[in-house]
């Protein structure tokens, strides 16, 4: 089947550790987004990747990195340089990053800090 | 500034009772504007793009419609099983991105 994949389901962090979130999709897929979710508000874009190796900042990149390595990839990292990681992340892809194409979720990853 | 605002954030319906979920906008130069429906714990489904004023699309249950200034999902006689949330997102073509709503929460009770 086609789809995104994201992993873990639930992932813990201790104060100060960097984690990663995987992300990967088969729908061959040129696009790539990350997404934070909080409870009352939208969602909220923190990178996005448009082709391999390449990637620009959205809107609350601060202590957050990516990587493009391959097309089908997309991981997130959470920094301990991000003061209130925890939320619940969405990967999403699409076609291009055309206003025409469609993004498409994964099931998403929720990060707890202790 | 780009800006999507849903209400209401939250909707009780009786099963069978049928009702519209509001998304207004305000864009520059819209590109397109999308529903998704979010269960608790999982990533947002895509349900619909609409693409200009006037323009409308039907899924079971849903139906959405588009003005310059709104969108609106309209549900004809829910069920318990359509009890999520539903999300709002328009293409601002001067950002090049997607700007999502906040949501409604909709529950139908039996």
Redesign the interface.
Known sequence: DGG?T?SPKYLFRKEGQNVTLSCEQNLNHDAMYWYRQDP??????IY?SQIVNDFQK?DIAEGYSVSREKKESFPLTVTSAQKNPTA?Y?C?SSPR????D???????T?LTVL | EDQVTQSPEALRLQEGESSSLNCSYTVSGLRGLFWYRQDPGKGPEFLFTLYSAGEEKEKERLKATLTKKESFLHITAPKPEDSATYLCALFSGGYNKLIFGAGTRLAVHP
Do not use: S, V
């Not at chain 1, 009352?40 to 874009?45: K, S, T």
């Not at chain 1, 469609?102 to 998403?108: K, R």
């Open positions: 995104i994201q009352g508000q939208g969602l909220r874009l996005y959205g619940f969405l999403a990053t055309a206003g025409t469609t993004q498409y979720f994964g099931p998403g929720r």
